[in-house]
């Protein structure tokens, strides 16, 4: 009998222990045992997202009372965002979508979910996720369904068709006007623009539209891969104004110098009772530095019988200086007013040069500035690589100090702002020096010779040193 009752404990006690175990096998592993069970909905358990910012869903099912709104509490990472405006809570569910302060970060995320319902039962449901915005993308890019070979098929046909209409209306020309290319181009001067704006950022463009194309299209790329390709159109587009600019001022201050030495040497002519547009004629014959051609036009004009007061004028045009068509005008009209013209051309002369000479040293004295300019954008350059190697290590922003959550207008609650994942913050920090650049270039042109775009090639410069600096530190 004894044996008997010790088999019967025996068999209680493995039965109510397998019982045990099948119930815990056919719950959730997330949910907690009772009348109230929390159901995690979105991101599913265990799953990747390449959102920060995804929905969180859960669902709540009680046979007994109904859930509670007012007692549901959600933890995402160990912060409380109950509080925040983008959670929705009913008795049914409850819904929270992070805003752009409270962005995930990449890797595992964890959800805590507790309710109570009217009845006094209380559940809590715990479950991660992981965050990978490199892995997966938002959605289908505009250049999904275009291939780079499509898109330069398309180009090659609308310029088969526009040669194809220009050089129908050239033959038409040629027939009824004895059109020529060399007589068009003798009247009608090519503009500069034209060559150094125009057609390189249309060829810009195109760059940018078949390398979007590729780099949306090429699984495997990093995520700064964009980013390179606006750079590349950057360069393609802006190269050519920048150095036509940088040539430009450098052409118009050589001007301006070689015209104070003709006025010097017009004035000598005219004290030693020479015609001022006899003194044209002769110094054409000797000079030989940047306004040489400008003279022989100008003399050819006199040779014909044009005032001297006119060709000078017209001499001055060409070199498209203020300053040399300020005293061009000054000495044309003390010609035709008469007098001592040697004196008033002498003086301007000597103005002119004063005003050279003082416009050179104050660019001797002006490197200095720019020369800190560029050094404040690397120390800026070097913080945000500090920021970004520190960033990992910061862990969690606490705003509690605020003594109010400003999203749940002005409930107390735990809230903390996460910090933004290492990748994020490199190409947030990569695309903001990269505008710095674009502007702290534009001010060194504005502040040294007083016009943004002699600053062109001062950006690119700033760009490719950018560009340069994240890709040997962070290999982008």
């Known amino acids: 009998m004894r044996r008997f009752a010790t088999v019967f404990v025996l068999l209680l006690t493995l039965s109510t222990l397998f019982l045990s175990i099948s119930q815990a096998r056919g719950a959730s592993p997330h949910e907690a045992a009772g009348p109230l069970v929390i159901t995690p909905v979105s991101p599913a358990p265990n799953s990747t997202t390449g959102s920060t910012m995804p929905t969180i869903v859960a669902t709540f099912t009680d046979h007994v009372a109904p859930v509670n709104p007012s007692s549901v509490l959600i933890f995402v990472d160990r912060d409380n965002v109950t509080g925040v405006e983008s959670v929705t809570v009913s008795a049914a569910k409850i819904t929270y979508v992070p805003p752009s302060i409270l ?6 995320n964890n959800v805590s979910i507790t309710a109570t319902d009217t009845s006094g039962n209380t559940a809590t449901v715990f479950w ?7 892995l997966t993308s938002t959605g289908p890019s505009l250049f999904s369904t275009v291939k780079p070979a499509t898109i330069v098929f398309y180009i090659a046909i609308a310029a088969a068709i526009a040669g194809a209409i220009v050089g129908g ?9 004895r059109f020529t290319f060399r007589r068009y181009f003798a009247t009608h001067h090519v503009e500069r623009v034209y060559l150094v704006v125009y057609l390189p950022c249309l060829v810009a463009f195109l760059v940018v539209l078949i390398s979007l194309d ?18 590349l159109g950057l360069f393609v587009a802006l190269t050519a104004f920048g150095v036509d600019s940088r040539h430009e001022m450098h052409r118009t201050k050589a001007y301006e110098r070689a015209f104070a030495q003709f006025l010097f040497e017009l004035a000598d002519a005219m004290r030693g009772g020479i015609d001022p547009a006899k003194a044209i004629v002769e110094l054409s014959k000797t000079q030989s530095n940047i306004m040489s051609k400008q003279l022989r036009i100008a003399a050819d004009g006199i040779r014909l019988g044009r005032p001297f007061e006119s060709v000078l004028r017209d001499m001055a045009v060409p070199m498209n200086s203020p300053l040399i068509n300020r005293y061009a005008s000054l000495i044309a009209d003390a010609t035709g007013v008469g007098g001592e013209i040697a004196i008033v051309v002498y003086r301007a002369a000597k103005d002119m040069d004063d005003f ?9 004295q002006l490197l200095l500035p ?13 913080v945000l690589f500090a920021l970004i190697y520190i960033a990992p290590d910061l862990g969690h922003l606490n705003i509690n100090f605020l003594g109010t959550n400003p999203l749940s207008g002005g409930a107390k609650a735990a809230v903390s702002v996460p910090s933004l994942s290492e990748a994020t913050l490199k190409e947030r920090f990569f695309e903001l020096m990269l505008i710095n650049s674009l502007g702290t ?29 994240f890709a040997i530190v962070f290999g982008t």
């Open 103 to 108: 962005a995930l970060h990449n890797g595992v």
């Open 128 to 134: 991660n996720f992981t965050v990978n915005t490199n």
């Open 169 to 177: 209306y050239i033959l038409f020309l040629k027939q009824t006007t």
């Open 214 to 231: 590729y780099v949306y299209n090429t699984p495997g790329l990093p995520p700064q891969a964009p980013d390179w390709v606006f750079i």
């Open 356 to 364: 050279v000479k003082i416009e050179e040293e104050r660019e001797k």
């Open 370 to 382: 720019v020369a800190v300019i560029y050094i404040a954008f690397a120390v800026l350059m070097a």
């Open 441 to 469: 270039g534009a001010i060194i042109g504005a502040f040294t010779e007083g016009r943004a775009r002699y600053g062109i090639l001062h950006s690119l410069a700033l760009v490719a040193a950018t560009a340069i600096a």
